[in-house]
């Protein structure tokens, strides 16, 4: 009871009446604690006028009272004249014809850039907001609304953005009875059985979430297709979300099923150079536009992991990409074309994996490595392609590790745009229960250097059609939204979520500031604070690495639910689906040899490239055991073997993860109970899973390296046998079993 | 431009930071309007002190906390003093010594029963909550604030409410996989996946909201039983579970599947006359209670559409659940045990249900009346179940229709205590997007006359055992909530969710007063708004029977997903799974013959009962076509044919449905927008999917009428040709499909 009347007043605030549930993100709009700011904020942008009239520009004026009511406390009035008016939104059209003093390099601005800036009417400060379009507008004003938010100063703002990708899109692995795969946040937020009739809010708030990072594009349906999506009826659903969405500048996207013709068209053949499907993908489109004029086009994962696609039929992936491309192309649309394809003929080698012996036939496999495998069926196609179509590549050759080299197709396809595919949702990274901001990893691609045109040709450079000179440019983030209240189920999910949108706008951003603002919006501006937050979240990534697959170990978690540690997994349907297949532990050592001794994936990469890893001396260790068969005994940077740095690395993954724990809970005082205590929890979580990858991992590669674990590495708690049995159950996102 | 700034105001309310998005339920405690009212519950109720030390005082102490800040805007004090507290909360074993004055009945209050009382302490006016145990004052704290939130007088406030049913009980039919059979409102909100590691801010909500209306007990799984629940990982989830609801009184049960023996427990019988099955569940149950000592017991459903049971072994219901009572029965828990059973003998007719042909056949089937099963197989097993056994019975004989008749198992097993199930999720009323307040429905049944004991024994008092003098009573309602945002998608099934938990505490409570007391908690104090809002839900009901199934038709709705008309169906796997089985439409009328000269189900009520039903002349036209099958030309009460009172029936469902939303539109300066549009948009689908049962039932049962539709009748706006066609994929709640 003592302790009850001592906890009294945080019960207060744990208990307000609207808790903190995470639901308004980045968009909060909390009256700012610091009176004179407040006031500040307030006389400079109290008379508000726009010039047009659009729902986009409606947006912007809504977004704007309700942003500034909430920050300041003080609503803005509309302005009737231009005179009174002392915050100013217009577009290169509609700038009032009193303003020409005011000039603005609209030629720079491109489609969806915005300048605001700082002026003088008459002796009497005005802030504008200016592009050449309302989206631009709109932008420009959830800008602003950052600029309040993280308390900057704004008396002499003068911003000019413009984005570096021109489609920004959100991929939803989301499924017509709104299980989604991969999803680790609930269920799809797309309700489609009250669709059309049924808008609900939490669309328009995901369309100005997204807005609001620059987020201009949505593929609502998983990459695994339904063909039903493309049924009138569903059709009329998708143009709702589409109207819905429109105002906030999101357009929309389906995932195209490459045997629709032949499931819901009644045709005999999906085969890309028959007429007959030509003129139904053709009569699709027309009527896709018919409903949603802006529609933005299809999303195809074809011929990989069992999906349909022109390889069916004897084509080759630009003839179906083409068909698909002339269908949409005449309405504007792209085609979004995923090299995310590896051999079919790689079939299962039922006895081959037997983790206790050396695994002497895989050898035979490495041949097929399937590394190498996106790289050698679409660099020959290069050149190939409509002018509407991309290749979207994920970022990594394999599939969203923790740490992956970058993909030997960026830079090797000149003649064709690539779009970047990054994984927002955890599949890979400890789903929805861990703490792993992703920006530093995106930014470890972006940044890469493919040497394709020589030193400074950087995957950005790829991505955003500098590098080869594309005006069609795109990058996707697979989404990590489902219908938990707070969107991400795990609150620092947003940040990746927000991240991946800024850094779509501008890849050249840095993720700690990224960080640093995304934590002033949704937590706290307390500067310890903050930097305490931001301090965490750039150590998440390196700890993810660490306790799962230091040293450029991947692939090795568990089977079908891809939760949890599972290196011995060898019983997988598909060689390449198991963890023995690429970790390659023997008794001698560790690692994939993928070089021109092995599998010689190296050689994808530009001499500059495969300099930095081809020697297993000198190799950046990040990539080592992608790259490297290496002995237990081998020598690392640190003197330490092999074995040792190993033991190490999955102990300081752990340790990192205890330091997080450490930081969040000295934030008690400063973070609303309700998120300091759930995050406490996820913290939790994170821990004992740490754990749970370092004593299964270390225990497993024990018994082929046979040496101790060295000093200062936790012994594991239980047995090999012990963690091995472990059986997950209702994995989310990986279907029911 | 002008709308838009016309719109400026609305626009503030409905973007403030904080949406109206339903999560608080009823439990809102917004600021009182009326500063008077406001200061003077704040003067009242000041100072508080509790007596005693536990979770529950804690969560009564903090929700007072929370209500009287949110309500009067003043944060009440705890009083270290007895001299010094105005509002003094203890149980008969901690009443303080200086109290001696006050005296309550604790005899009067049973278990959960509470006293509200005003008294003097030395001249000093003291509002005192009272019980005999900690959860009766926190019973009592939730209606204090009710009382407050309802803007009551509370100066002299003298309440004493005891509850007439000892378990009120919610049914979840949740998978493990966290869809739900029948669910309408997202997915399960038992993330599995989390526990037991992550309690979730909703756990605790749905305790607290719960609490607050008396509900004490909830059935985590679906009836359809996962015997994986019953596993040592899943329990550990069960008892994080259990841990999170202590406080608030609400134990939790399980279902427990029958054949669990032999799936999880690696015998070869799930025979309950088998020692070794016997055992097992005795072993089960006791790690269970070691786990969760307050365990509430199991909830079964055996040999029912194709669950197993102890007929599968030869042996009796009475057998089964006996079995099961035993191994619960030393650690206090109980078997609820479902009559909800039909012959499974009944099996599929491949042709015998042409509705173009007469059905000469059905006569047959009907000798096998589902309607008389549950009566057939239980009534003979009276006086053989264990005292802590409960038979759980639907309200009706076949399920959960718009209106039934009440099953003939109430009163007919009068040694046996029988608890009611009730359905509040809406598998048959429109799902997740109608308004359908089912009180009225629940009062129906409460309120009808078994005659079992002669007048006046009504199924309240079957149920709330007074009748046959059980100690043990229950009532279940099988939940409606999921994981959207505001629980259970549509705002107005929370108040279902309200009601039926109130009518679980006093079956004699009044449809109106709850829905009045719901309104005013959750949307409105505005009299002429509340009395709009109560009028449209005391009305719904009887819309939903008029447009879906008026005088006495039932089970006429599509097959599978169970949405949306379909008295055409007649090729589902079982007879009576199919329309036609129910309707026996033919060119001379309508109705199932249910009399001495049909399947004579009428046999199994008391004579009184059959009194008001046999003769078709004058049947209460409410049930007429559950009992007789009458010509189209028959006489109705009305003086129209059968043909146009059925007519005049569903159009007038549609009309009720039209006033409803005119009386909605009349609220928008009333209510806040989002839940205004959300209702608005609902209410909307719900019209039109009454015109689509209206003309659907009206052009197929036209085919047998060859009548005419009478004036004011509405014709159909498509063939019925088209509405056969119309296909429902992926219906909520019914699996993927």
């Known amino acids: 009871m003592k302790l009850l009347r001592l906890l009294l007043p945080l019960t207060l605030i744990t208990l307000k009446a609207h808790a903190e549930d995470g639901y308004r993100l980045w968009l909060r709009y909390d009256k700012i604690e610091n009176a004179a700011l407040r006031s500040s904020y307030s006389n400079q942008l109290q008379y508000i006028k726009v010039y047009g009239q659009s729902p986009t520009l409606a947006a912007a004026q809504k977004e704007l009272v309700m942003g500034l009511s909430g920050l300041t406390g003080n609503t803005p009035r509309e302005s009737a004249t231009t005179e009174q008016a002392s915050l100013l939104l217009f577009t290169r059209f509609t700038q009032p014809a009193q303003l020409t003093g005011i000039t603005t390099d609209y030629a720079a601005l491109g489609q969806d850039g915005f300048c605001i800036t700082t002026a003088r009417i008459k002796e009497k400060k005005v802030t504008i907001i200016t592009a050449n379009t309302d989206i631009g507008v709109l932008y420009g004003t959830f800008h602003l609304l950052r600029l309040l938010q993280t308390q900057q100063p704004i008396q002499a703002v003068q911003v000019v953005s413009v984005p570096a990708i021109q489609h920004r899109i959100l991929n939803h692995w989301d499924n017509l009875n709104r299980t989604i795969e991969r999803g680790y946040a609930g269920f799809s937020i797309w309700n489609w059985h009250t669709l059309p009739d049924y808008i609900d809010q939490r669309y328009i708030d995901y369309a100005r979430a997204n807005a609001s990072i620059g987020i201009n594009g949505t593929v609502l349906t998983n990459v695994n297709a339904n063909a039903l999506v493309l049924t009138h009826d569903y059709l009329l659903k998708v143009k709702a979300l589409a109207?819905?969405?429109?105002?906030?500048?999101?357009?929309?996207?389906?995932?195209?099923?490459?045997?629709?013709?032949?499931?819901?068209?009644?045709?005999?053949?999906?085969?890309?150079?028959?007429?007959?499907?030509?003129?139904?993908?053709?009569?699709?489109?027309?009527?896709?536009?018919?409903?949603?004029?802006?529609?933005?086009?299809?999303?195809?994962?074809?011929?990989?992991?069992?999906?349909?696609?022109?390889?069916?039929y004897n084509r080759t992936h630009a003839d179906g990409a083409n068909m698909l491309a002339d269908a949409v192309g005449t309405h504007g649309g792209i085609i979004m074309w995923r090299a995310f394809v590896y051999d079919v003929r790689v079939q299962k080698h039922d006895e081959d994996f037997d983790s206790n012996k050396t695994n002497k036939n895989l050898p035979d496999i490495a041949a097929a490595d399937r590394f190498k495998q996106a790289y050698a069926e679409f660099t020959k196609l290069d050149g190939q392609f409509r002018k509407n179509v991309l290749v979207q590549v994920k970022n990594g050759p394999i599939d969203f590790q923790p740490r992956e080299p970058f993909s030997p197709l960026f830079g090797a396809m000149p003649q064709t745009p690539l779009a970047m595919e990054f994984q927002l949702t955890m599949e890979y990274l400890g789903q929805g229960t861990h703490l792993v901001y992703q920006a530093p990893l995106f930014k470890e691609v972006l940044d890469a250097d493919t040497y394709a045109t020589g030193k400074g040709a950087t995957i950005a450079k790829v991505i955003d059609g500098s590098l080869y000179h594309h005006s069609l440019s795109a990058i996707a983030g697979v989404s990590n939204i489902g219908s938990e209240r707070n969107w991400t189920n795990h609150p620092f999910g947003q940040a990746t979520w927000y991240a991946y949108g800024k850094l779509a706008w501008n890849p050249n951003a840095n993720a700690r500031d990224i960080a640093r603002e995304w934590v002033q919006q949704t937590f706290t501006h307390q500067p310890q604070a903050v930097q305490t937050i931001t301090d965490m979240m750039m150590a998440s990534r390196e700890a993810v690495v660490n306790y799962m697959t230091p040293l450029g170990l991947h692939h090795i978690m568990g089977a079908s639910g891809h939760w949890g540690p599972g290196p011995w997994v060898n019983n997988a349907g598909r060689a390449d689906w198991n963890s023995v297949y690429y970790h390659r532990a023997d008794s001698f050592g560790l690692g994939f040899n993928r070089t021109a001794t092995g599998s010689n994936a190296l050689a994808q990469y530009k001499p500059e490239v495969q300099a930095q890893w081809k020697d297993s001396n000198t190799c950046d260790e990040r990539y080592l055991l992608w790259f490297h068969h290496v002995s237990w005994q081998h020598h690392m940077h640190s003197g330490k073997t092999l074995w040792d740095e190993l033991c190490t690395r999955y102990q300081q993954g752990v340790d990192t993860v205890r330091r997080m724990q450490a930081s969040w809970n000295s934030l008690q005082t400063v973070i609303d109970p309700e998120r300091f205590h759930q995050v406490q929890q996820l913290l939790s979580i994170q821990e004992k899973e740490a754990r749970w990858w370092r004593n299964s991992c270390l225990l497993y590669f024990q018994t082929y390296s046979r040496m101790p674990l060295p000093a200062g590495v936790e012994p594991p708690d239980h047995t090999l046998d012990y963690y091995k049995s472990i059986r997950s159950l209702f994995v989310p996102g990986a279907g029911s079993n």
Chains 1, 2 share one sequence.
């Open 243 to 312: 109207d819905a969405f429109r105002p906030y500048g999101l357009k929309v996207y389906l995932t195209a099923k490459f045997s629709a013709p032949v499931e819901i068209g009644g045709l005999k053949t999906a085969d890309p150079l028959d007429t007959s499907v030509q003129h139904w993908w053709q009569h699709k489109a027309d009527e896709i536009y018919e409903l949603i004029p802006d529609f933005g086009g299809f999303l195809v994962k074809a011929n990989s992991e069992g999906q349909p696609g022109p390889q069916t």
